[in-house]
C-alpha cells in the first residue's frame, strides 16, 4: 500500500490524494507537521514540504512529479490527453492553479487564516486577506470564461488540470472563502468533480480548530 504524508489542507497534498484515488490506488495517510521539521520526515524530503509518498519501494516529493509519475506508471484512467496540444493545454493550467493561483488566492487566504495559526506564526495579515478575497474574483470568472467554452477545464474530459483548480478550491471551501453564486457554470463544475469517488476521503477530512461550512460535504450544495 502507497504512503502519503500530507496536510489536510493543502491543496498540493489534495490534488495527488485525488489522483491516488482516482486511480483507485490505496494509500495510507499519515498527517505530518511539516513545520516542525521533525528528523525522520527531513530524510523522506529535506525540503521539508508535503506531500511524499512512499509507492513503488520510492520516496517521492513535488506534487507536480508525483502526478506525472502516477500518469505514466498507470495511465487508466487517464489524467492526461494523448494530444501534445491537449496535454500542454492541462500542463498550463495545472502551472496557472499551482502557481498564479496560489499566489494570488491561496496563500493570502487559506494560508493567513489556517496556516498561521496550526504553526503558531501569529494573526492574519489583513492586507493579504483583502488582497485574496479581491484576487479570487477575477480566477473564478476565468474559470467561467473557460467552462463556457468547455465541458472541463482543459478540454472535454475531465484532467489533471479540474483536480489541480478543485484541490485549491476545496481548501478554500472548508473555511467558506468561495463565492460560489459568483458563476452557475463553475458551481456546477465544482458539484459536478466533488460527486466522484476520488473527493469522498477529501470531504471526511477535519481540521481541529476550524469547522466546516455546512454545505462543505453537501453533493447538491
Same mark, same amino acid.
Given at each position: 500500500?502507497? %504512503?502519503?504524508?500530507?496536510?489536510?489542507?493543502?491543496?498540493?497534498?489534495?490534488?495527488?490524494?485525488?489522483?491516488?484515488?482516482?486511480?483507485?490506488?490505496?494509500?495510507?495517510?499519515?498527517?505530518?507537521?511539516?513545520?516542525?521539521?521533525?528528523?525522520?520526515?527531513?530524510?523522506?524530503?529535506?525540503?521539508?514540504?508535503?506531500?511524499?509518498?512512499?509507492?513503488?519501494?520510492?520516496?517521492?516529493?513535488? /506534487?507536480?512529479?508525483?502526478?506525472?509519475?502516477?500518469?505514466?506508471?498507470?495511465?487508466?484512467?487517464?489524467?492526461?490527453?494523448?494530444? +501534445?496540444?491537449?496535454?500542454?493545454?492541462?500542463? %498550463?493550467?495545472?502551472?496557472?492553479?499551482?502557481?498564479?493561483?496560489?499566489?494570488?488566492?491561496?496563500?493570502?487566504?487559506?494560508?493567513?487564516? #489556517? =496556516?498561521?495559526?496550526?504553526?503558531?506564526?501569529?494573526?492574519?495579515? /489583513?492586507? =493579504?486577506?483583502?488582497?485574496?478575497?479581491?484576487?479570487?474574483?477575477?480566477?473564478?470568472?476565468?474559470?467561467?470564461?473557460? !467552462?463556457?467554452? %468547455?465541458?472541463?477545464?482543459?478540454?472535454? #474530459?475531465?484532467? !489533471?488540470?479540474?483536480?489541480?483548480?478543485?484541490?485549491?478550491?476545496?481548501?478554500?471551501?472548508?473555511?467558506?472563502? #468561495?463565492?460560489? =453564486?459568483?458563476?452557475?457554470?463553475?458551481?456546477?463544475?465544482?458539484?459536478?468533480?466533488?460527486?466522484?469517488?476520488?473527493?469522498?476521503?477529501?470531504?471526511?477530512?477535519?481540521?481541529?480548530?476550524?469547522? +466546516?461550512?455546512?454545505?462543505?460535504?453537501?453533493?447538491?450544495?
Amino acid at each position: 500500500m502507497a %504512503r502519503l504524508h500530507h496536510v489536510p489542507l493543502s491543496p498540493f497534498c489534495r490534488k495527488v490524494r485525488l489522483s491516488l484515488a482516482e486511480k483507485k490506488i490505496e494509500v495510507d495517510l499519515v498527517e505530518e507537521r511539516y513545520w516542525e521539521a521533525d528528523p525522520d520526515f527531513m530524510r523522506r524530503n529535506p525540503a521539508g514540504k508535503v506531500p511524499v509518498v512512499r509507492l513503488d519501494g520510492k520516496t517521492m516529493s513535488e /506534487s507536480a512529479a508525483i502526478c506525472e509519475y502516477l500518469e505514466e506508471t498507470r495511465p487508466e484512467p487517464p489524467l492526461m490527453p494523448k494530444d +501534445p496540444d491537449a496535454r500542454y493545454e492541462v500542463r %498550463r493550467l495545472v502551472s496557472w492553479f499551482d502557481d498564479k493561483f496560489h499566489h494570488d488566492v491561496t496563500s493570502k487566504l487559506l494560508y493567513e487564516r #489556517v =496556516n498561521k495559526k496550526i504553526t503558531g506564526q501569529g494573526y492574519p495579515d /489583513s492586507r =493579504n486577506v483583502k488582497d485574496g478575497a479581491k484576487a479570487i474574483k477575477y480566477h473564478l470568472d476565468y474559470m467561467a470564461w473557460l !467552462l463556457d467554452q %468547455r465541458r472541463w477545464l482543459a478540454g472535454d #474530459v475531465m484532467t !489533471l488540470a479540474d483536480f489541480a483548480a478543485a484541490a485549491h478550491l476545496s481548501c478554500l471551501d472548508y473555511i467558506s472563502d #468561495v463565492d460560489w =453564486n459568483r458563476s452557475a457554470v463553475v458551481k456546477d463544475w465544482y458539484a459536478k468533480i466533488k460527486s466522484r469517488p476520488a473527493f469522498r476521503s477529501i470531504l471526511a477530512d477535519q481540521v481541529s480548530g476550524f469547522r +466546516p461550512p455546512p454545505h462543505y460535504a453537501d453533493l447538491d450544495f
